[in-house]
């Protein structure tokens, strides 16, 4: 049971990540620029699990946190993007 408090915990702070980065990064307007992106990222990322008490962590599970992160942020962005497109015809 207290795995799967754990587990869900970690889902809603990786979410709460991905959602305050994307609107820190669009209002900012860092978003175009990668090594803001993910300069900017990386702080966000620290300050969010120090603030939750999920730091110390592992090395490895920040790496694989932040891949997680990373990744569904650059869905979002990709899928942001594909909407803003013009459609020509």
Same mark, same amino acid.
């Given at each position: 049971? +207290?795995?799967? &408090?754990?587990?869900?915990?970690? &889902? /809603?702070? #990786? !979410? #709460?990540v991905?959602?305050? !980065?994307?609107?820190?990064?669009?209002? @900012?307007? *860092?978003?175009?620029?990668?090594s #803001?992106?993910?300069a900017t990222?990386? /702080?966000?990322?620290?300050?969010?699990? +120090? /603030? @939750?008490? *999920? *730091?110390?962590?592992s %090395?490895?599970l920040?790496?694989?946190?932040?891949?997680? $992160?990373? *990744?569904?942020? +650059?869905? %979002? +962005? @990709?899928? !942001?993007? $594909? &909407?803003?497109e013009? %459609? %020509?015809?």
């Amino acid at each position: 049971m +207290l795995r799967l &408090v754990a587990m869900l915990r970690l &889902v /809603a702070m #990786l !979410r #709460l990540v991905a959602m305050l !980065r994307l609107a820190m990064l669009l209002e @900012t307007g *860092f978003a175009c620029d990668w090594s #803001l992106f993910l300069a900017t990222g990386f /702080a966000c990322d620290g300050l969010l699990l +120090l /603030a @939750t008490d *999920f *730091f110390p962590l592992s %090395t490895s599970l920040l790496i694989y946190i932040h891949r997680l $992160v990373f *990744f569904h942020l +650059l869905i %979002t +962005l @990709t899928q !942001r993007l $594909v &909407v803003l497109e013009p %459609t %020509t015809g």
